[in-house]
């Protein structure tokens, strides 16, 4: 037996120990026979529940969606077996699990020792959960270090961007990755806004965050006035043009850095928000038409001359003036960006709802099996000792019968006498088994009935 300390969700340690009857792989191995690979199917019968890595790179709805198309079409997607490994032994590392609707996996979670983390292949779960398919999980010994065995299996596939570099370092470092936590809220406010697209709004430098570095471990730092620049921006734009998917891109965006550059203004973000705010419908219009034509060409110029143009007039105004245009909107903002959270699709909408209940009625069922084990086994005694008391009953119907003919023949009174109570014996057996075929076929008939409740 291997005592195990196991970890929060936040990775503080503690000095609670989980206690493993045997070895995660050496368990789930039996459920494969010899091959220590078991299906999906498997593990949902036995009531495993897969978990992921806050370490692992972000899933990408896109991809799922492509596996699912894969699958429909050839289903050889799916012959790749996943790797998993104990959610324990990766507690004990340190490291934050999360499961598949996003609920942290902490030591006080149920069921955490028939909790398995994936290590490969949390795509392909995904997309065989939302189609109901089946995959092969191979089950592994814990690798010593989660995060870089994940890393180095994941690179030989799909190669990591850098939000998912970024986001495993600051998950093995506790460093906060404050650049990919604003544009995470960028993108949920400007759906379809890349990551390079949010990078290039808060650093100012288009592709500035080089992937070289991150991979020497240095996350981007970002200053108080890159951040005030770029939420100015991301407020702008989510104002007045936040269904328009042309303001998204690289390219205008740097337009709207072109003016910045031209235009002597200390805090851009903010005189960016305003001019958004304040633009009339014509104004908007004109914005669009130079990024949106027929032709897709953009009129760079044009483009740059109208926005410098408006956010000049906002620098020309004073500070009481900024102050109120800011407070008339503050609410029609916030309004828009409550609605844009609502309604943002970024992260991937998978039915787990249809996996945790599968999981939970088969834990259920069983459940159910093992109290009732006990009821099936004393039916089907029943069911046995019934026709032999029946028989016995038979049998001591002919014995009377035979030795009321024979104490209505005997000679002599003490004969008679004797076959009378001989006849008695077996009538009162009669009764007795009569009376307990009785008491049998009703219990018999209840148990019955509470089977077939606790099945329904």
Not at 71 to 84: L, M, R, T
Not at 86 to 97: F, P, R
Not at 402 to 424: G, V
């Amino acid at each position: 037996m291997s005592e195990i300390k196991t970890n929060g969700g936040d990775g503080a340690a503690n000095n609670e120990v989980v206690k493993q009857e045997e070895s995660f792989a050496k368990k789930l191995g039996k459920l494969g026979r010899l091959d220590p690979v078991v299906s999906l199917s498997t593990l949902k019968e036995k009531g495993y529940l897969l978990v992921f890595c806050e370490g692992n790179r972000n899933i990408y709805r896109n991809q799922v969606v492509t596996l699912e198309k894969s699958v429909d079409a050839s289903e050889k997607k799916f012959e790749q077996a996943g790797e998993i490994c104990s959610a324990v032994d990766a507690l004990n590392q340190g490291i934050s699990l999360i499961m598949v609707d996003g609920t942290k996996v902490t030591k006080e979670s149920k069921k955490l020792k028939k909790m398995a983390l994936i290590l490969d292949g949390q795509h392909r779960f995904l997309a065989a959960v939302e189609k109901g398919y089946n995959m092969d999980f191979r089950v592994i010994p814990t690798p010593d270090n989660i995060l870089v065995y994940i890393n180095t299996i994941n690179s030989c596939s799909r190669v990591w961007g850098n939000r998912d570099l970024r986001h495993r370092i600051s998950v093995e470092t506790g460093e906060e990755d404050k650049l990919n936590t604003l544009v995470l809220n960028a993108q949920e406010l400007l759906h379809g806004l890349s990551q390079r697209g949010g990078e290039y709004i808060y650093t100012g430098i288009r592709d500035g965050v080089r992937k070289a570095d991150v991979l020497k471990g240095d996350l981007p730092k970002i200053t108080a006035d890159q951040k005030r620049c770029g939420d100015g921006i991301v407020d702008g734009l989510t104002f007045a043009f936040n269904n328009e998917q042309a303001f998204k891109n690289l390219g205008v965006l740097q337009l709207i850095f072109n003016v910045k550059q031209s235009i002597d203004v200390l805090d851009f973000g903010r005189h960016f928000k305003l001019a958004c705010m304040t633009m009339s419908a014509a104004e908007r219009k004109a914005l669009i038409a130079c990024v949106s034509n027929d032709n897709n060409q953009v009129d760079k110029g044009a483009f740059e001359d109208q926005l410098r143009d408006k956010i000049q007039r906002i620098k020309d105004m004073s500070d009481d003036e900024r102050n109120q245009i800011e407070a008339d909107h503050a609410e029609e903002l916030q309004r828009i960006q409550i609605k844009l959270r609502k309604d943002f699709k970024g992260h991937p909408d998978i039915n787990v709802v249809d996996y945790y209940k599968e999981i939970e009625e088969r834990e259920k069922a069983r459940t159910n099996k093992s109290k009732l084990e006990p009821k099936r086994r004393r039916l089907k005694r029943i069911e046995k000792r019934i026709p032999l008391l029946e028989a016995r009953v038979t049998d001591a119907t002919a014995k009377s019968l035979k030795l009321h003919q024979e104490e209505e023949a005997a000679d002599s009174e003490d004969t008679r006498i004797k076959m009378k109570r001989m006849r008695r014996l077996q009538e009162r057996r009669q009764e007795d088994n009569e009376n307990e075929i009785k008491r049998l076929k009703a219990e018999k008939t209840k148990i019955e009935a509470e089977l077939r409740k606790a099945e329904s």
